[in-house]
């Protein structure tokens, strides 16, 4: 099984900047989906950025522009620029893996078998 350890969390100010990393291994899928989905207090687990084995990105309406991620395959790193950060952006963030079903995206969060513990971003305003 997909292992996913976060790094990277922490408190910034409105308008800061973080970067989070997900050191990722027994990835063996041929085909698959890497992503950060993040979950605010009451609220359903909203995704905020996936990329796929052919490295095709995708982002959350919102955070398109403010967020970018990318895969260090070279060392099994999944990363997440933040910038612009609100306080809005405060929650815990995952990061996740799954196998990608031929001919499909990744945003469905249905595929993704594992997860890794969270790391949590605090903006201050």
């Known amino acids: 099984q997909v292992q996913l350890v976060e790094s990277g969390g922490g408190s910034v100010q409105s308008g800061g900047s973080l970067r989070l990393s997900c050191e990722v291994s027994r990835l063996t899928y041929s085909r698959y989906c890497l992503g950060w989905f993040r979950r605010a207090p009451e609220k359903a687990r909203e995704g905020v950025a996936t990329?796929?084995?052919?490295?095709?990105?995708s982002y959350g309406d919102s955070l398109k522009g403010r967020f970018t991620i990318s895969q260090d395959v070279t060392n099994n790193t999944l990363n997440l620029q933040m910038s612009s950060l609100k306080a809005e952006d405060t929650t815990i963030y995952y990061c996740?893996?799954?196998?990608?079903?031929?001919?499909?995206?990744?945003?469905?969060?249905?595929?993704?078998?594992?997860w890794g513990q969270g790391a949590r971003v605090t903006v201050s305003s």
């Open positions: 990329i796929d084995d052919y490295g095709v990105a």
């Open positions: 996740a893996a799954g196998s990608r079903p031929q001919g499909t995206g990744c945003w469905d969060r249905s595929m993704y078998a594992s």
